[in-house]
């Protein structure tokens, strides 16, 4: 397995490769790896993939300034070892610096599917995702990138920034990986004490049982969760929908603590 630092010569190396016709497929993550992150590894094996590219940054320019970047988990040796049992190829570790140079002044700003959830709520946030996402699919090259259901809206938007700008490229998508007890998996379940975690099984319950968005909302506060938001979607538009049903998605973002969650149910 490749290690890189540098994001020209992880270009150069993917560049050559895809020139030669290797199908390289891109994960984008944060680190600090669980399963979920896995399964997208998992995923791009089975798409065939010849080389597979997980990229672990935490991108500073997707934080609000009351977020928690600084203490965001970073376990770079531990993830280094998954990703090789994993059976990735190649790991792009950047720093921010090698990321964004002194004086970065372009930024990619998606206009429409980001208005609502969690980017109104994180203001910027996508503006982040999205300028990250670009840059990685320019260093890696991929012939598809896999992301998680787990976080829905970034998908949208990560698909309509791919057919609005042209990336050639596909956006493959991976279902939720949850732990035994409902729970999504994510690196933010590490914050979370003893109490917190029986607290949040509301919510991928709350999501299982669904009647209605009031009941969800209730179900929720009743654990003791603060509700930053429950809403019902259109999937592809994500126009809110008053009444839930087939191709809807409802959406849960919730503290336990002072940790925020987030979770989804496509119906
Ligand atoms: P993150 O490191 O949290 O930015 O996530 C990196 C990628 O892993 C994103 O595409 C997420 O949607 C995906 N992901 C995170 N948690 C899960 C999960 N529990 N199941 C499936 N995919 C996930």
Request: proline share 4%; charged share 30%.
């Amino acid at each position: 397995m490749k290690i890189f630092r540098d994001a020209a010569k992880l270009q150069k190396w993917s560049g050559a490769l895809r020139r030669k016709g290797a199908r390289i497929a891109l994960v984008p993550t944060m680190g600090c790896l669980h399963e979920g992150h896995i399964s997208l590894i998992e995923a791009a094996k089975r798409r065939g993939a010849d080389e597979i590219i997980v990229s672990i940054f935490v991108n500073p320019v997707q934080f609000g300034p009351n977020e928690d970047y600084a203490k965001y988990p970073r376990e770079e040796k531990a993830d280094l070892k998954k990703c090789r049992a994993a059976g990735a190829t190649a790991v792009f570790l950047p720093t921010p610096e090698e990321m964004y140079m002194p004086g970065h002044s372009v930024y990619v700003d998606e206009e429409s599917l980001s208005k609502g959830l969690c980017g109104g709520r994180r203001p910027g946030h996508f503006r982040g995702v999205c300028t990250v996402v670009a840059k990685l699919f320019n260093i890696a090259h991929p012939d598809f990138a896999v992301f998680g259901q787990k976080d829905f809206q970034q998908v949208q938007v990560v698909k309509r920034m791919v057919r609005d700008l042209n990336f050639d490229l596909d956006v493959v998508v991976a279902p939720i990986v949850r732990e035994k007890s409902g729970l999504a998996k994510s690196s933010r379940n590490t914050y979370l004490s003893e109490k917190e975690r029986k607290m949040a099984l509301a919510i991928s319950e709350g999501l299982k049982e669904f009647r209605s968005l009031a009941g969800l909302r209730r179900r929720l506060e009743k654990a003791g969760l603060k509700v930053d938001y429950v809403e019902c979607v259109d999937s592809e538009t994500l126009a809110a929908r008053k009444r839930p049903g087939r191709g809807c998605t409802v959406l849960v973002a919730a503290y336990a603590g002072s940790t925020r969650l987030i979770d989804n149910r496509v119906f």
